[in-house]
C-alpha cells in the first residue's frame, strides 16, 4: 500500500518501515523504532545536503515530527574536525612541538578512534602519549588554534535552513538526537543558528547511550509526543 517513492541520487537509501513509517533517509541504512523493516529502494528524497525535502509525502504519511542528528547531517563534522586539528598541529608546531606534522595528526586521530571523537581532553592525552608530560604552553597553542579553525569551519550543508523553515511552517515539530555531549551538541546548534528551530534536543547524557540504541529515540519522541509512525529520522549512521 504504499506508493513509489523512489530516491534518486547514487547511494541514496531509505527503508520503508511496516505501519508507515520511515526513519533514516541520507545515503544510509535507517533504523525503525520498535518496529520490523518491510523492504528497501523506497523512501524520502534528501532533506538537506542541499535537496528539499518532499513535504508533500509527509502530509500524505501524516508525519508530525522529523528528528535529526547535527553532525554530518546538517553540518559537515568531519571537515571541521579535520580542519581543527590541522590547525592545531601547525598551532603547536609553531608553539615549539618537537614532532613531524603528519605524525601529530595520525596520533591525535588514532587517539580520537580509541577515545571517541567528541573527547574534550584529546591534545593532553596525545601529548601524554608521545612525550610522557602535558607542556603547557604546546597545549595552549594547540587548543587556541583548534577553537578558530573550529569556528571558521563550523557551517551549515546548503539549503538546510530552507528545509528546516519549510518543515516550521508546515507545523512540523522538529528535534534532534545527537550522541555528542549535551554542551557541545547546544553549541553546534547555537553556533549554526538553528537554535529556533527544535523543540527538544536529545544528547548523550540524556540515556546513556548512543545510536543505535532505541533508548535516545523513545526519548525524543516521548518529549515530542508523537508514536513512531508519525515520526521520520534523518542521520548518516548505519
Not at 546538517?74 to 581543527?84: Q, T, Y
Not at 535516545?216 to 508514536?227: A, N, Q, T
Amino acid at each position: 500500500g504504499y506508493p513509489d517513492v523512489r530516491i534518486r541520487g547514487k547511494g541514496d537509501r531509505a527503508e520503508k518501515v511496516a505501519g508507515g513509517c520511515f526513519f533514516g533517509a541520507i545515503g544510509y541504512r535507517p533504523y525503525a523504532i520498535g518496529r520490523k523493516t518491510a523492504s528497501s529502494a523506497y523512501g524520502l528524497k534528501h532533506m538537506a545536503y542541499g535537496k528539499r525535502v518532499a513535504l508533500s509525502w509527509i502530509w500524505f504519511f501524516m508525519i508530525k515530527a522529523v528528528i535529526f542528528d547535527i553532525d554530518n547531517t546538517l553540518m559537515d563534522f568531519m571537515r571541521m574536525k579535520r580542519a581543527s586539528v590541522d590547525a592545531a598541529v601547525d598551532a603547536m608546531l609553531d608553539a615549539g612541538l618537537p614532532m613531524k606534522k603528519e605524525k601529530m595528526y595520525e596520533s591525535i586521530f588514532e587517539t580520537y578512534w580509541r577515545e571517541g571523537i567528541e573527547d574534550q581532553n584529546i591534545l593532553d592525552k596525545v601529548l601524554v602519549k608521545e612525550f610522557g608530560a602535558v607542556d603547557y604552553r604546546i597545549l595552549a597553542a594547540g587548543i587556541i588554534g583548534y577553537k578558530r579553525a573550529k569556528d571558521g569551519h563550523m557551517t551549515l550543508y546548503p539549503s538546510v535552513k530552507l528545509t528546516l523553515t519549510e518543515l516550521m511552517k508546515s507545523g512540523i515539530k522538529m528535534g534532534v538526537v545527537s550522541d555528542a555531549p549535551r554542551l557541545s551538541v547546544w553549541l553546534r546548534i547555537v553556533g549554526l543558528g538553528l537554535h529556533h528551530y527544535f523543540e527538544h534536543v536529545v544528547a548523550f547524557e540524556d540515556t546513556g547511550e548512543r545510536k543505535p540504541s532505541p533508548k535516545p529515540f523513545k526519548k525524543i519522541l516521548g518529549l515530542l509526543e508523537v508514536d513512531p509512525e508519525e515520526a521520520i529520522m534523518v542521520g548518516d549512521w548505519a
